[in-house]
Nanobody
Framework: QVQLVESGGGLVQAGGSLRLSCAAS????????KGWFRQAPGKEREFVAA????????YYADSVKGRFTISRDNAKNTVYLQMNSLKPEDTAVYYC?????????????????WGQGTQVTVSS
């Protein structure tokens, strides 16, 4: 059983940056593709970014492409989401997820484990 714990959320002004971290325990980090999702109030959880087991392949939602970067450090069992040029519409709870697949381009059903989420609030 894999446990995922997100950190790094907070309040930031529009145009600012945050880096989210997701620490994994209970499994071998390199066995899982990882993804970030977000859920704003009243909306469904949506895909943000994903990275393959090896870290070579990445996917991004169109809304964050060019602003967000996903990366991973398998030695530290951690995946990161660097968020730059933040906008008020990026405000949401951000969730880390792990998939047993070698890579996933985003469908929630492909992810097997989820963290509890971290709040990101972007003020205008």
């Amino acid at each position: 059983q894999v446990q995922l714990v997100e950190s790094g959320g907070g309040l930031v002004q529009a145009g600012g940056s945050l880096r989210l971290s997701c620490a994994a325990s209970g499994g071998t980090n390199s066995n899982y593709a990882k993804g970030w999702f977000r859920q704003a109030p009243g909306k469904e959880r949506e895909f943000v970014a994903a990275i393959s087991r090896s870290g070579i392949t990445t996917y991004y939602a169109d809304s964050v492409k060019g602003r967000f970067t996903i990366s991973r450090d398998n030695a530290k069992n951690t995946v990161y989401l660097q968020m730059n040029s933040l906008k008020p519409e990026d405000t949401a709870v951000y969730y880390c997820a792990a998939s047993l697949r070698p890579v996933s381009s985003g469908p929630k059903a492909e992810y097997d484990y989820w963290g509890q989420g971290t709040q990101v609030t972007v003020s205008s």
